[in-house]
C-alpha cells in the first residue's frame, strides 16, 4: 500500500489538495478508508478531519456497488470481460463463508476489521451477489466503515501508543 500512496501522491497528489487526495483514496477498493487514513497522517491532516473524509469517501460507493454491481458482471461476461466477472464472482463467492458463519455480524466484522482483501468494497460486493437484504447489509457495511475508521484511527494516529504509554 505504502508503494501505490507515493505513486499517487508523486503524481495525482500533486494536482490537487491533500484533502480530495484523502477522499479519492478512501473511495478506491482495496485501498479504502485504511490507505485514507494513513494517507492523511502522513499529509498531517488533522485526526477529525481525516476520520471525516476518509468515512465519507469510503461510504460513497457503497450504494453503487451493492445496485449494480450484479449488472455489471453480467455485462463484463457478455462482453469479452469474462475473465474480469469471473474473478470478482470467485472472489465474493471466496468470502462468503466468513460472512456466513455469523450472517449480519459477520458482514460487519469483515468490512469492519482491516485486513487485505476486506472492507466495503469487498462486503458490498458479497452481499450483492448472494443477495442479501439491501437494507441491513448497508446498515451492517455501514457500522463496519465506521469499526475500521475506529481500528484505523487508532493506528495510524498512534493513539495506542498514547494508551499504553
Known amino acids: 500500500m505504502d508503494g501505490f500512496l507515493s505513486w499517487f501522491m508523486a503524481t495525482i497528489g500533486q ?6 487526495s484523502v477522499f479519492i483514496v478512501s473511495m478506491l477498493p482495496l485501498i479504502e478508508e485504511r ?5 492523511a497522517k502522513l499529509l498531517q491532516i488533522p485526526m ?3 476520520v471525516f473524509i476518509c468515512v465519507v ?19 463484463m461476461a457478455d462482453h469479452h470481460l469474462s475473465k474480469v466477472a469471473k474473478w470478482l464472482e ?3 463467492a471466496k468470502n462468503k463463508p466468513k460472512i456466513d ?15 487485505p482483501g476486506t472492507g466495503a468494497w469487498t462486503g458490498s460486493l458479497v452481499a450483492a451477489v448472494f443477495d442479501m437484504d439491501l437494507k ?13 475508521a475506529v481500528i484505523m484511527t487508532t493506528v495510524s494516529y498512534g493513539l495506542i501508543g498514547g494508551l499504553v504509554g
Open 48 to 50: 477529525w478531519k481525516a
Open 35 to 39: 490507505g485514507g487514513l494513513i494517507l
Open 15 to 20: 494536482h490537487i489538495s491533500p484533502e480530495l
Open 90 to 92: 470467485d472472489k465474493a
Open 57 to 75: 469517501g469510503n461510504i460513497l460507493p457503497i450504494p453503487f456497488i451493492l445496485l449494480l454491481i450484479k449488472r455489471i458482471i453480467h455485462w
Open 101 to 115: 458463519k455469523y450472517g449480519l455480524l459477520g458482514l460487519t466484522l469483515f468490512v469492519g476489521i482491516p485486513l
Open 136 to 148: 441491513k447489509a448497508s446498515i451492517s457495511i455501514l457500522i463496519g466503515v465506521f469499526l475500521a
